[in-house]
């Protein structure tokens, strides 16, 4: 009568019984273990951005957009979309909610002389803030479709204008 074990157990047999020491050879790279700060360096400081100019911007040319598309739905078809002001005032917040990140996101890739480097530069600011708006328009416009008819002036002069107000209240 012999013994039977099964597979697995042989393996974890074979495994606990003939188990290398932890050697010195075994220990994984300085390289590759995982980052521990210190209490000290806990602290991060990141150079000055355009951050904050980049989520203004981007927050007032997104929403301005967003609106201007809720207007296009407005009466569009069989559709039930209401025109009131809830309706924009919506459109906007969540326009001005996804062009704030993806302004600040953009604006933080370019290093500033110093913290808010616009302030006291409102006609640079603004001007910043009109050609953003105005290279959205034709972007919208022009590159992801076939122009945006009839309405094209309005909608990229609006944008402008909201990017270049957005620009020049920043740099208050």
Do not use: K, N
């Amino acid at each position: 009568m012999g013994v039977r074990i099964a597979g697995p157990t042989i393996v974890v047999l074979f495994g606990v019984l003939f188990r290398p020491p932890a050697g010195v050879a075994q220990q994984m790279p300085a390289r590759l273990q995982p980052f521990r700060a210190s209490a000290a360096d806990s602290v991060r400081v990141y150079p000055p951005s355009y951050w904050f100019e980049g989520a203004a911007i981007g927050a007032a040319v997104l929403g301005a957009t967003t609106v201007f598309v809720a207007s296009a739905f407005c009466g569009y078809g069989d559709t039930d979309w209401s025109c009131d002001p809830v309706t924009y005032a919506g459109a906007a917040a969540i326009g001005g909610a996804l062009g704030a990140g993806v302004g600040a996101l953009t604006g933080g890739l370019f290093d500033a002389p110093r913290a808010r480097p616009l302030r006291g530069h409102r006609r640079l600011a603004a001007l910043i803030g009109a050609v953003a708006g105005a290279v959205w328009g034709g972007f919208l416009c022009h590159g992801l479709g076939d122009g945006c008819g009839s309405a094209e002036p309005e909608f990229s002069i609006s944008v402008s204008a909201v990017g270049a107000l957005a620009g020049w209240l920043v740099a208050r």
